[in-house]
């Protein structure tokens, strides 16, 4: 079972971008088939698909927010990365990296979840 930590910067302030690394542990993320995603949840609102990468290291993208999303990773450390440009205040939300065995397949593993506050 793999597990998945998030990490990055609480509190990033409009126009700037946010950076979140997942590390994650008991898997290579080479792992075949497997997809590593971020999600997140504003308040009071659901969950949301930002995007993933694979096992192949294809990235993918929500198209509402592909403009300003990269998602790349670092297969010598084992993590993968967001990077959401221009943020605002609708950007603050937490956020979640995830794994699932396969494109097809639901997300089976989750981070505990980073709370990020964008605010000036």
């Known amino acids: 079972q793999v597990q998945l930590q998030e990490s990055g910067p609480g509190l990033v302030k409009p126009s700037q971008s946010l950076s979140l690394t997942c590390t994650v542990s008991?898997?290579?993320?080479?792992?075949?088939?497997?997809?590593w995603g971020w999600l997140r949840q504003p308040p009071g609102k659901g969950l949301e698909w930002i995007g993933s990468?694979?096992?192949?290291?294809?990235?993918s993208c929500s198209p509402s927010l592909k403009s300003r999303t990269s998602i790349s990773r670092d297969t010598s450390k084992n993590q993968f990365t967001l990077q959401l440009s221009s943020v605002t205040p609708e950007d603050t939300a937490v956020y979640y990296c995830a794994s699932a065995r396969s494109s097809w397949t639901t997300w089976g593993s989750w981070g505990q979840g980073t709370q990020v506050t964008v605010s000036s």
């Open positions: 008991g898997g290579p993320i080479t792992t075949n088939w497997y997809e």
């Open positions: 990468i694979t096992f192949s290291d294809s990235p």
